[in-house]
């Protein structure tokens, strides 16, 4: 079994098609796999449709792949920090899914699991119920979204070991489990791959039977909203 | 004469009730942690995958892995503990927060929300918005009684793309405190210094009682 691998080109060799689906971790600039997306710039794959929560900001992140034009369609919660997504979207040259944060996350999650839809009372009585199956259970309406499986999914933890094992670093965790399960393929990038057996098996994260190929890297970990208190004078 | 964003903020804390488990949006929402009543301890949830959400952190400790979900560097505190997107949600969604204290574009008599997109000018997204409305246990809406133009913000009907529909238990604006009842709005009280006719004048809503 090898897992590990040396860059994050290598990681995706032989994963990559124009039109593909994948599926990415990351919380606005925090716990993105950032050398995975800039290895997939590189790359030159287009057409993609990419599930993640935002799209990174004006040349950092997914917005990178923007800069590039080489998403076809967004399925995320929230783009609000982003020019070039704006733009692209009100021009209509990029496609736009709003899912609510939760149900973005459930359809991950869902797909990964095998659960190939679920009923929510998220966005009943809006415009994200309308085309969508309504059902009542015990007197309250749900309505049928679809869980989501990846062609390929990229993460970013802090630590793995080389069979996969993840652990991640607090609110870095945020979409990248449910992303890295619903992958047919699923590609992490760490902070460190450390010895096997230095993990303690009772606070793994993401179990590594969900994790394909692993890279190490070193990460900008860029900030989006630097917020500070000052310090009381003593 | 009316309440600011503070004593805004400082009223919603009074809903906070000791041992809860709260969501507060961003903007005056964020500011109700400063206003926590003596004796009452709430956990403060942020939907990016955390329960017991510190301050904002002493400038040069700001770590890039540990944000609120408006992107916010925050700090931990003893009980603090993480989880990811989907466990989020599902105690969002499976009632297990007791109340979420978020912010507003337009509110109805009939409890519908709107806060999240302006048609043709503001695509940004609900965020985790819908899925809060639609999951906790009791909504309050902190918001502008009216627009900058003097628009009541407090309607019969929202004209914006709802965030969720007959969702609202109270609004607390810079006029007053409301509840959503059967039939309309029910004034709790005045702000400093607002009398009931200046408030049902900036209300466009029904007022019953």
Redesign the interface.
């Known amino acids: 079994m090898k897992k590990v691998y040396g860059t994050a080109k290598e990681a995706l060799d032989g994963l990559l098609f124009d039109g593909m689906f994948i599926a990415s971790g990351g ?5 993105i796999p950032e050398l995975l997306i800039d290895a997939l710039v590189e790359s030159g794959v287009k057409d993609i449709t990419i599930a993640s ?1 935002n799209c990174g900001v004006d040349g950092f992140g997914l917005g990178k792949l923007l800069e590039t034009r080489q998403i076809r369609k967004m399925i ?6 982003n020019a070039e997504f ?1 733009r692209q ?2 021009s209509g040259e990029l496609e736009l899914e ?1 899912n ?7 359809r ?2 869902a797909g990964g699991a095998g659960i190939p839809g679920f009923y ?9 119920a309308e085309g969508k199956e309504h059902k009542d259970f015990d007197g309250q309406t749900y309505i049928l979204e679809k869980g989501i499986v990846a062609d390929l999914s990229i993460v970013k933890a ?1 630590k793995a070991d080389d069979t996969g094992n993840l652990v ?11 992303a890295a399960t619903c992958g047919k393929i699923c590609v992490a990038e760490v902070e460190e791959i450390v010895p096997r057996g230095s993990l303690d098996p009772d606070c793994i ?1 993401l179990p590594g039977i969900y994790v394909h190929r692993i890279i190490q890297g070193e990460h900008e ?11 009381e004078a003593v | 004469m009316a309440w600011d964003r503070n004593q805004m903020a400082a009223r919603a804390a009074q809903e906070l009730q000791d041992g809860w488990y709260v969501n507060l949006g961003i903007g005056i929402p964020t500011l109700v942690s400063n206003y926590i009543p003596e004796g009452v301890e709430v956990t403060l949830q942020s939907e990016n995958g955390m329960l017991g959400m510190g301050p904002f952190p002493f400038e040069g400790e700001e770590d890039p892995d540990l944000i609120n979900a408006g992107k916010q560097t925050i700090t931990e505190l003893a009980r603090t503990s993480y989880f990811d997107s989907a466990q989020s949600f599902a105690m969002i969604r499976g009632g297990k927060i007791a109340m979420a204290i978020l912010g507003a574009m337009e509110v109805a008599e009939n409890g519908d929300l709107a806060n999240w997109m302006i048609p043709g000018k503001l695509v940004k997204g609900m965020g985790g918005a819908m899925d809060l409305v639609a999951g906790v246990g009791r909504v309050v809406v902190v918001m502008d009684h009216t627009s900058k133009h003097g628009e009541s913000k407090v309607l019969k009907a929202c004209t914006l793309p709802l965030t969720g529909k007959g969702v609202v238990d109270r609004i607390i604006t810079n006029l007053g405190v409301l509840d959503v009842v059967p039939g309309g709005l029910k004034i709790v009280e005045m702000a400093d210094g607002v009398s009931e006719a200046d408030l049902r004048a900036a209300t466009e809503a029904t007022i019953v009682g």
Do not use: D
């Open positions: 919380f606005g600039l925090c716990g929560n995320s919660s929230y783009v609000g920090e704006m979207y009100l709003f609510p944060q939760g149900t973005l996350a459930e991950m999650r929510t009372k998220t966005g009943v009585g809006t415009v994200i802090w991640f670093r607090k609110t870095a965790r945020n979409f990248n489990p449910p994260h970990k860029r900030i989006e909203q630097r917020t500070v208190r000052k310090r």
